[in-house]
């Protein structure tokens, strides 16, 4: 049975450990609102490239443009976004599963033995897809390239993807990232990033304007060629701050869980502590009272 210095240590480490999971709580939260605010700065940019886009499709033009042309595919490369820290709960465990139920649906449809390079983008998905094993994986983690990587180095990190794929070196690219929906939902997602489909830029583009004529000018290809990679950039930028959305989001619900059980702790080492305080303050009394009755 623990005694009362033990219990009131033990309660000193958990009110400890309740105030730094709050701090931390509070911290997680606020920097959700960043994000989301840097969410709501990028989709008037992203919605009118994606209106515009939408319109052009809509031409009887024949667009010409290798981020837009399928090809057989031989090697894939799957960007996997999760975090570089801990403290945030199954976060990263479910963009683990749901990274290799996409391996395995990618060498379902293009063969078993299909190489996949895979890029990391945190620490802690770099040492889980690590500890996969799997000769067929090739894991990269780019230079600068992290989870917390500002607007400057995600442009540069596409423009890389872009060049591979231009070049033949991969087939397609692909994204596995949680999306941010709230701060109690986080829905685990895979985007195609290259090629891109004509028919998702025309889909997204219905609900963006009405119906509107232009007149091209130099020509309808030549912007289309301009816009569709200010397309894809917008994309991948959104993408990487719904991911550190998801992250922080994630890292709130696992702080909070923290802290009501700290809470809950304190609680019962509190009755604990009293009443081994009063058991001790009346073995005392009656220590006291024996002694004078024996006088």
Do not use: W
Not at 60 to 76: G, M, Q
Not at 127 to 144: C, E, F, H, T, Y
Not at 205 to 233: C, G, K
């Amino acid at each position: 049975m623990a005694t009362l210095r033990e219990l009131k240590t033990r309660i000193g480490s958990v009110a400890s450990t309740e105030k730094i999971t709050g701090a931390m709580k509070m911290i997680s939260s606020a920097k959700v609102h960043q994000n989301e605010a840097a969410l709501r700065k990028l989709q008037p940019f992203k919605n009118k490239l994606k209106s515009i886009m939408g319109h052009i499709l809509a031409t009887d033009v024949n667009f010409d443009s290798p981020l837009i042309t399928p090809r057989e595919v031989k090697r894939v490369a799957v960007v996997v976004f999760g975090s570089d820290d801990g403290l945030c709960g199954a976060y990263n465990l479910n963009i683990i599963k749901g990274f290799l139920v996409r391996v395995d649906a990618i060498r379902n449809e293009c063969g078993a033995d299909t190489p996949i390079d895979v890029y990391a983008v945190g620490r802690k998905i770099e040492k889980a897809v690590r500890r996969l094993r799997d000769p067929r994986l090739n894991v990269i983690v780019p230079q600068g390239v992290d989870s917390k990587m500002d607007g400057t180095t995600v442009n540069t990190f596409t423009h890389a993807l872009r060049d591979m794929f231009i070049s033949g070196d991969v087939d397609r690219v692909e994204t596995v990232y949680m999306k941010y929906h709230s701060m109690s939902r986080q829905v685990l997602t895979h985007e195609i990033l290259f090629p891109v489909s004509e028919e998702t830029i025309a889909g997204e583009a219905r609900d963006t304007d009405d119906n509107q004529l232009y007149i091209f000018e130099p020509d309808a290809n030549s912007i289309f060629n301009e816009l569709l990679p200010m397309f894809v950039l917008s994309n991948m930028q959104e993408i990487t701050i719904q991911n550190r959305s998801s992250e922080q989001a994630a890292r709130v619900m696992a702080m909070q869980s923290a802290n009501d059980n700290a809470k809950n702790l304190l609680e019962d080492l509190q009755l604990e502590y009293n009443k081994l305080r009063q058991q001790s303050i009346t073995t005392e009394l009656l220590d006291i009272i024996g002694g004078q009755v024996e006088r």
